[in-house]
């Protein structure tokens, strides 16, 4: 079976190689430093990675390899955060993000350089076993290729490179910390940023971009709902707040369905609902757990207001007093929605189509509503931006799935796995050339 898996990804490989990417100078230099050097580092994050927030081992590595593509280096930013810059005249000042955190998840995907690793996680202070499930490996790996590439043609472009090593991406807390921490007063405010997902979703190393939102905003809401306790035999005593809880609950799904537009993306999901202690107690507490999606700033406020006046105006309902009336509150680990600027993502897909071919372009669409952290970095101040996708998974095993064939694991699976080749030499051709667009000399 291994043998089998091991022909399709060197026979996926080698059709990548062959009719998706231009055979230029820039092409052949990528596949000669990914054979060299980006093949052995990526292989080397995968079986290492390491939780958010503590993310030591994986920083000091960045910081060398970044240092020694000619980069200037600063450490310690917003935690284990690492800030790489290149000044090469005058100039834009470009950004491009990389995250680089595993997550609390135990390999199973069968590679042979499968993640063994364990560590201390910093919110549970249990040992777990610690994965790159979601393909942060091939993110910092391309960022390191593109590093060595834009050295090697400084002779081509003109403005200041920004790299950005950001940690703590999965618990949306890296980017925040990263700005908090002083990133553009310190080391200046990008005129362009730019940042990359590998995608299972997509065949390998193909591109997908849009002109709107790659990504939704995500806040996180806590209901609690103040009721009157009493027994389970004398409801008539009481104001019951799993009853109030459950018309609260269902009252919220009219939010999207009559509230949104029909062409505009909203959820609105409870995930937990936690009340009482015994089966004949009317308890005097409720607490509704919500995670809240959107596309659009315009969007978020609906969806959040719509389900402050739902709650507390259902407590109205109940006959609660004004000071009873359940209490929403929305969390700090929030995030807005991703927006790619529109113009600069149909300027990065024309070159892209151009200098790597139009079949490098996916027509998979973004069905998902996953949330990132990123935007923290570009939009306040508002900074034209565009967040890519880059393809990890081969075309035959699409093609496997579809004849009722195994699934394709999705991210966060412990059986996720990406084709490490063609999504790290598309990555890096990928970035390279936006840059080139951006500060190339004319």
């Excluded at 200041?160 to 991406?169: D, N, R, S």
């Excluded at 529109?342 to 998979?364: C, N, T, Y």
Aim: charged share 20%.
């Amino acid at each position: 079976m291994r043998h089998t898996l091991l022909a399709l990804v060197i026979s996926s490989s080698i059709a990548f190689s062959a009719t998706t990417l231009a055979d230029t100078s820039l092409t052949r230099d990528i596949k000669r430093d990914y054979q060299n050097h980006l093949g052995p580092l990526f292989k080397h994050f995968h079986a290492n990675p390491e939780l958010s927030t503590v993310e030591n081992k994986t920083a000091a590595r960045m910081a060398k390899e970044l240092a020694s593509a000619g980069f200037e280096v600063t450490t310690g930013v917003g935690g284990t955060g690492v800030v790489a810059i290149m000044k090469n005249g005058d100039g834009p000042l470009v950004s491009m993000r990389a995250d680089m955190d595993g997550l609390p998840v135990e390999e199973k995907s069968g590679l042979d350089y499968a993640s063994t690793a364990k560590q201390v996680d910093p919110i549970t202070g249990n040992e777990v076993y610690v994965m790159h499930a979601c393909g942060h490996d091939v993110h910092i790996t391309s960022l390191v290729g593109t590093a060595r590439r834009m050295q090697a043609m400084k002779d081509q472009w003109s403005g200041t490179l920004m790299l950005i090593v950001q940690p703590a991406e999965e618990r949306v807390l890296g980017a925040k910390a990263m700005m908090e921490d002083g990133l553009y007063k310190r080391f200046g405010t990008p005129d362009f940023g730019l940042t990359f997902h590998v995608s299972s979703g997509i065949e390998a190393g193909k591109i997908g971009v849009t002109d709107g939102s790659p990504f939704a905003g995500a806040d996180t809401v806590d209901i609690t709902i103040h009721g009157v306790g009493a027994h389970g035999a004398s409801p008539h005593a009481g104001k019951d707040p799993i009853v109030l809880g459950a018309q609260i609950v269902m009252a919220l799904q009219t939010l999207v369905a009559r509230e949104l537009p029909p062409r505009d993306p909203g959820v609105v999901t409870v995930g937990s609902f936690h009340s009482g202690t015994k089966h004949n107690i009317i308890s005097d507490k409720a607490v509704l757990q919500l995670t809240v999606r959107n596309t659009s700033l315009e969007t978020r406020k609906t969806l959040l207001d719509g389900i402050k006046r739902i709650a507390e105006n259902m407590g109205r309902v109940a006959g609660l007093p004004d000071d009873k009336l359940p209490e929403v509150v929305v969390s700090e680990e929030s995030v807005p929605p991703t927006i790619n600027d529109a113009p600069l993502a149909q300027r990065l897909r024309a070159v892209w189509s151009d200098k790597m071919g139009k079949e490098i372009l996916s027509e998979k669409p973004n069905k998902g509503m996953g949330a990132e952290d990123y935007p923290f970095f570009t939009t306040d101040p508002y900074i034209p931006s565009v967040y890519f996708a880059i393809g990890g998974t081969p075309e035959t095993d699409f093609e496997a799935a579809a004849k009722g064939g195994a699934p394709i694991p999705s991210h966060h699976s412990p059986l996720f796995k990406i084709t490490p080749e063609p999504a790290v030499r598309s990555g890096v051709e990928a970035t390279v050339l936006a840059m080139m667009e951006l500060m190339g000399k004319k």
